[in-house]
């Protein structure tokens, strides 16, 4: 049962993923184009039977009509059926960053398709969660994988080499472990530049996310390597006048390679968080491009927090994400205590 619940959060992770790298292809309108027409739309819902009780084999949708007497509230135009084309034309992309593409999963014509809803300026809600989803899971990934590339360095040297190298390094991951990391991120943070172009705010989140948390895997990979370099083939290796870095690569980093993939699963949704709080508070990636943390800043507005349930989208996302990779990790936290034991 364990097996199988660990591989549907697999399944559910790889699709997130999958949908979320391919965004443009999956999502129907562009992030930043606007609708002023119709803010804070609801979520519009898919019929396959209309008012008279016929079926239709493709899906469609009512147009948003607003409701009397309200200017931001809207009913369906059951007058007004639009049919959903799938594979449809739409606006220009680049699959997974490279591939000039203009093919949707689905689309419309004559009018748009809000899913998840609108935003306050009319704009796509489903389209803007998926390419936000892009920034913020890339911060994740990139900044995990700088912070155990960093931390498998450190800790390696620090545990084969030892003497002065293992005390300094070691006294310096314990002064970054004694700081709280919320409160070291918004240090290092607030030394860079605010007014900064979108590629380099994210290039200067990710540095800021590998900065604050090496310190745990390097002391996770010293004390593996401490164990793994008395072993007795290690030291038949060294008797043989094999190097060091032949030692290392060959005999001792391969242990260190179970508790790195655990810290992965750990840090990577650590860092997307991470990188939403920054986002959240304005010091991260800044409209109008999307990221889950400028998505979730728009419930900061006290009239959006209690009108517009389809806006807490992306924390929904966020916590399906999160949920998935805490799972893997735990499963890979028990694999290798079975293994020790």
């Not at 129907?28 to 979520?43: A, S, T």
Request: glycine content about 10%; hydrophobic content about 50%; proline content about 5%.
């Amino acid at each position: 049962m364990r097996r199988r619940q660990i591989l549907r959060w697999l399944l559910v992770l790889g699709a997130l993923h999958a949908m979320v790298a391919c965004a443009g292809f999956f999502a129907p309108y562009d992030p930043v184009q606007q609708d002023r027409e119709h803010p804070y739309l609801p979520p519009m819902k898919l019929h396959v039977v209309d008012e008279r009780g016929h079926v239709h084999l493709r899906p469609f949708f009512y147009a948003a009509r607003v409701r009397e007497g309200s200017i931001d509230q809207f009913d369906e135009d059951t007058g007004k059926a639009f049919p959903l084309r799938f594979f449809a034309p739409g606006a220009r992309y680049r699959l997974l960053g490279f591939l000039p593409c203009r093919v949707h999963l689905f689309g419309t014509e004559g009018t748009r398709l809000y899913l998840l809803g609108s935003d306050g300026f009319g704009r796509d809600q489903f389209s803007r969660i998926l390419y936000g989803g892009q920034v913020s899971l890339l911060s994740g990934l990139l900044g995990a994988g700088f912070t155990l590339f960093m931390g498998a360095i450190i800790g390696a040297v620090a545990g084969f080499y030892g003497g002065w190298r293992d005390v300094l390094l070691m006294r310096l991951a314990e002064l970054f472990l004694a700081l709280p990391w919320l409160y070291l991120l918004f240090a290092l943070r607030a030394f860079l530049p605010l007014a900064v172009s979108p590629l380099k705010a994210f290039l200067l989140v990710i540095v800021v996310l590998a900065t604050v948390g090496w310190a745990r895997p390097a002391r996770l990979v010293r004390g593996v390597v401490l164990s793994a370099k008395t072993r007795k083939y290690v030291v038949a290796s060294r008797g043989f006048g094999a190097s060091n870095a032949y030692i290392l690569r060959r005999h001792v980093l391969p242990h260190t390679y179970g508790v790195l993939l655990t810290q992965a699963a750990l840090l990577v949704p650590q860092y997307v968080i991470a990188e939403v709080t920054l986002s959240f508070l304005g010091l991260g990636l800044s409209e109008p491009l999307p990221s889950w943390g400028n998505l979730l800043a728009n419930l900061q507005q006290y009239n959006v927090l209690v009108s517009f349930w389809w806006m807490f989208a992306p924390a929904l996302a966020l916590v399906v994400f999160s949920l998935g990779y805490l799972t893997v990790a735990d499963a890979f936290l028990k694999r290798l205590q079975s293994n020790t034991v």
